[in-house]
């Protein structure tokens, strides 16, 4: 089955604790992409690749941290720094930039405070 | 920053009614995206519009592209129960390594 998974679909945070979302891809996608999204709202970028090792940040990147190592993966950290990280995350990937940036979503990932 | 404004936030109808969705953005785009989402769930592409077409058809989705207005609209007729969930229009912009811009989305409700 082709597509994009994310793991775990729930996670909970201590405070002052680090957590790791994970984001795999085997549509061969360029692109990879994660989004925040809070009750009742849009999406919010917080980063996304074009390419291996290669990465930006989106309008709401402080307290996150990314990584693309592979083209398949694509994990987000959600740093202590991040005071509010209760949301819903979403990635994403596409064939890259152009005319037809169609993106492909994983089933998200809930993320709580303890 | 978000481009795309949908309106309205929340549509309620009756199944077999039609329902429309309009979307208003900011910049150029190279095309104008539609993707539904299901509750808790992630999003599925529905539909794309090029800035150079005007209208486009998949099944029972119609959309609509006023790059003069800078505005969208989605047309969803005969409406099934299925049907219920939120809607949102995403911009491709015509600048060179920049991703999608969603708006905040229409929550559409179908009751039987």
């Known amino acids: 089955d082709g597509g994009i998974t994310q793991s775990p679909k729930y996670l909970f945070r201590k405070e002052g604790q680090n957590v790791t979302l994970s984001c795999e891809q085997n549509?061969?996608?360029?692109?990879m992409y994660w989004y925040r999204q809070d009750p009742g709202q849009g999406l919010r970028l917080i980063y996304y690749s074009q390419i291996v090792n290669d990465f930006q940040k989106g309008d709401i990147a402080e307290g996150y941290s990314v990584s693309r190592e592979k083209k398949e993966s694509f994990p987000l950290t959600v740093t202590s720094a991040q005071k509010n990280p209760t949301a819903f995350y979403l990635c994403?990937?596409?064939?890259?930039?152009?005319?037809?940036?169609?993106?492909?979503f994983g089933a998200g990932t809930r993320l709580s405070v303890l | 920053s978000q481009q795309g404004e949908e309106d309205p936030q929340a549509l309620s109808i009756q199944e077999g009614e039609n329902a429309t969705m309009n979307c208003s953005y900011k910049?150029?785009?190279?095309?104008l995206q539609w993707y539904r989402q299901n509750s808790g769930r992630g999003l599925v592409h529905l539909i794309l519009?090029?800035?150079?077409?005007r209208e486009k058809h998949s099944g029972r989705l119609r959309v609509t592209l006023d790059t003069s207005k800078k505005s969208s609209s989605l047309l969803i007729t005969a409406s099934r129960a299925a049907d219920t969930a939120s809607y949102f229009c995403a911009t491709d912009p015509n600048q060179a390594g920049t991703a999608l811009i969603f708006g905040k989305g229409t929550t559409l409700s179908v009751s039987s």
């Open positions: 994403a990937s596409s064939i890259g930039p152009g005319s037809k940036n169609i993106q492909y």
């Open positions: 549509l061969n996608h360029d692109a």
């Open positions: 910049t150029s785009i190279n095309n």
């Open positions: 519009i090029r800035s150079n077409e």
